[in-house]
Nanobody, 115 residues
Framework: QVQLVESGGGLVQPGGSLRLSCAASGIDFRFYTLGWYRQAPGKERELVAS???????NYIDSVKGRFTISRDNAKNTAYLQMNSLKPEDTAVYYC?????????WGQGTQVTVSS
């Protein structure tokens, strides 16, 4: 049984930082690309950043230079370091391994950027 547990979210002022973690069980992260997604109220879920098995990373333009995705295969955990946060980063953040036969989602972690 695959379980993904995201953590590290919270309320932060604009310009602040957060580090999200995604711990997995029932699946070996070594064999998958890992993605961080977010969903803001009234909007569709979007892929924010991804890291491949060999460590190659990709980011959407709006977070380039501010967010850093990483992985620790030994801990079966993915991370998203978020700096210089903006109000438009407010969303529930999820991690997801791919490709898989079916989609696996955790409960997500809420990030709220507000003064």
């Amino acid at each position: 049984q695959v379980q993904l547990v995201e953590s590290g979210g919270g309320l932060v002022q604009p310009g602040g930082s957060l580090r999200l973690s995604c711990a997995a069980s029932g699946i070996d992260f070594r064999f998958y690309t890992l993605g961080w997604y977010r969903q803001a109220p009234g909007k569709e879920r979007e892929l924010v950043a991804s890291i491949s098995r060999d460590g190659s990373t990709n980011y959407i333009d709006s977070v380039k230079g501010r967010f850093t995705i990483s992985r620790d295969n030994a801990k079966n955990t993915a991370y998203l370091q978020m700096n210089s946060l903006k109000p438009e980063d407010t969303a529930v953040y999820y991690c997801k391994p791919s490709p898989t036969l079916r989609d696996y989602w955790g409960q997500g972690t809420q990030v709220t950027v507000s003064s």
